[in-house]
């Protein structure tokens, strides 16, 4: 099955801080960007990248598009310039740049059960999750969520194609309101699966996301 990653990076990065997008910032002598498209072109057959308008990049073997105003529209000029034959799509934010093969396998893996729709990188919640409501200047708790069935989810998140392309033809309200791409194929009564990863997968949105990541991709590389 011919396979095609569609990378994400037209996002601003405000909570970073940065001067320039977020998947320019530089993060073990490299751009943030660099480190996931090493990995996806390593395990898939092509990879096409949002980029945010006026950004020149160029990378052996990677399509470049221009994202759109909100991440699913950069998702979906993505998906538009993937080649004709790639069956199952791999999407991937930017911003979370200690991927590895090994998450791509698994996850690839998992789409190969016909019943599955989507399989997507998650890891187990650590911390006590509580709901709650800010009332009169306070933060006041609702209730607490049963740990023992919450995911964080990550990227990679792998899609059959026909599936990815019918949710995102949906109206902008829809998909705006959308936080993954996952969840666009619950709403519709979609087969999603999740694939266990590992915590330090993390997306890098704060300063100190970007401290850790550094620190974890230097630990990985000595
Ligand atoms: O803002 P957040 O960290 O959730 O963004 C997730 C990913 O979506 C990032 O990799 C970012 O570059 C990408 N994005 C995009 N186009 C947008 C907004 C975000 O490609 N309009």
């Excluded at 020149?56 to 759109?68: C, E, L, M």
């Amino acid at each position: 099955t011919a396979t095609v990653a569609l990378v994400v990076a037209a996002g601003k990065g405000e909570r970073l801080g940065s001067d320039g997008p977020k998947a320019f910032v530089v993060l073990g002598g490299r751009p943030m960007l660099r480190w996931s498209l090493e990995v996806l072109r390593a395990t898939v057959d092509d990879v096409v990248v949002a980029l945010p308008a006026d950004t020149p990049f160029a990378a052996d073997g990677v399509r470049t598009v221009p994202g759109g105003a909100e991440r699913s529209h950069s998702v979906r000029n993505a998906l538009a310039a993937a080649p004709a034959q790639a069956e199952l799509v791999l999407v991937h934010d930017a911003a979370r740049p200690l991927l590895t093969a090994a998450i791509v396998a698994d996850c690839l893996a998992a789409m190969e059960d016909p019943s599955v729709d989507a399989a997507i990188a998650a890891a187990a919640v650590t911390d006590t999750v509580k709901e709650a409501d800010r009332v009169d200047g306070q933060v006041r708790v609702a209730g607490t969520l049963d740990r023992s069935r919450l995911w964080a989810v990550q990227t990679p998140q792998v899609f059959r194609r026909s599936v990815l392309e019918r949710v995102l033809a949906q109206p902008d309200a829809v998909l705006a309101a959308a936080t993954d791409d996952a969840s666009l194929v619950e709403a519709a009564g979609g087969t999603v699966v999740l694939v266990p990863s590992p915590r330090t997968n993390l997306k890098v949105t704060t300063p100190e996301d970007l401290q850790l990541a550094e620190l974890l991709l230097t630990a990985r590389e000595a």
